[in-house]
């Protein structure tokens, strides 16, 4: 792995390690639950002492129509789900959404592109407008958009982006069977350029794609190994769209997914692991369990890009019943 070292800036002092084998992944995939959990919480509760989960905001700013062929999107051209024909939002009401999202209670507003990857134009510079606008907001700011270049990446970083999201998704062994018009290579590729420019990375991936245990493990070594770890890490469960080729696939068992999350809180103790899509589909013991396991983030809203997420309401009541705090925490950069 080449990409720059750099201190996370952070007061989070618990030792970290980049060379987990597949073995002691699995391993801890596989652990009885309860000494799972408890490993996963004692490490925690050290590298982020006080419990905090951070509400992240999600709007989709450019809908469907992308070129990519992600066996599990609804955005894909090449899946029937697309879903074509939707406007691509303005900048100000994008930033009217970001307000709303900051007066509901959010700290960091993403915003997603369905490209393959960034080119320069109007389109372009109305994202730069969007980032510095939500950063005025004083919230964090995420963009996700595909791959981009050296000189992209630069000028996003000049407008205060706080984050690019870009999963690897799956391991690179599965990867094949999910996607084939872009290489994983190319994706770590746009992981290093983000970082170059000193932007955070929030990367991730999806389980329930028919990937192995052992899949899974080396989803986690790969990005485990980044030096420092991605600042946030996205735990997605699929959702099954009609239309994609993924769409009869079997829904995750909760447990699967608050194994995931401690596993990914054990080897990345001070990266913030963000419960993503697929919440509906878990209970709010389940949801209460990952947090426990070390989830210190959700996407909050309605919506996350073209599917539904549990309602605001809904949502602040549970972490009212967890007991966590949900102040902010907006990362200044
Ligand atoms: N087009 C950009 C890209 O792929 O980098 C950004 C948007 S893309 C929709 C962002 C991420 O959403 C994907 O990498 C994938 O991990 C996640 N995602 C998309 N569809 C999903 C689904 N049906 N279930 C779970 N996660 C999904
Ligand atoms: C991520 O890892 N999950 C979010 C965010 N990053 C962009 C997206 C989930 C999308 C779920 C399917 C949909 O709503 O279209
Ligand atoms: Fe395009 Fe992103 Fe969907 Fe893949 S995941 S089809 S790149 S929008």
Known sequence: MTLIEKEIPTSKKVSTRHDWTIEEIVGFLEMPLMDLLWQAQKIHRE?????????????????????????YCPQSIHNS???????????????????LAKEAGADRFCMGWAWREIRDGAAFNSMLEMVSGVRDLGLEACVTAGMLTDNQASRLADAGLTAYNHNLD?????????????????????????????????????????????????????????KPHPESVPINSLVAVEGTPLEDSLPVDSLEVVRMVATARILMPSTRVRLSAGRESLSREAQILCFQAGADSIFYGDTLLTTSNPEVAADRELLSQAGVDITSIVDDL
Request: hydrophobic share 35%; net charge negative.
């Open 170 to 226: 799956t391991s690179p062994e599965h990867y094949g069977e999910i996607i084939t018009t872009r290489t994983y290579q190319e994706r770590l590729e746009t992981l290093e350029r983000v970082r170059m420019h000193g932007i955070h990375i929030c990367c991730g991936g999806i389980i329930g794609m028919g990937e192995s245990i052992s899949d899974r493990a080396s989803l986690l070594k790969i990005l485990a190994s980044l």
């Open 47 to 71: 590298a982020n002492p006080g419990y905090k989960v951070q509400l992240a905001s999600l709007l989709s700013v450019k809908t469907g129509g992308c070129e990519e062929d992600c066996a």
């Open 81 to 99: 789900s697309d879903v074509s024909g939707q406007p691509v939002l303005d900048v100000q009401p994008v930033l009217e959404k970001a307000r």
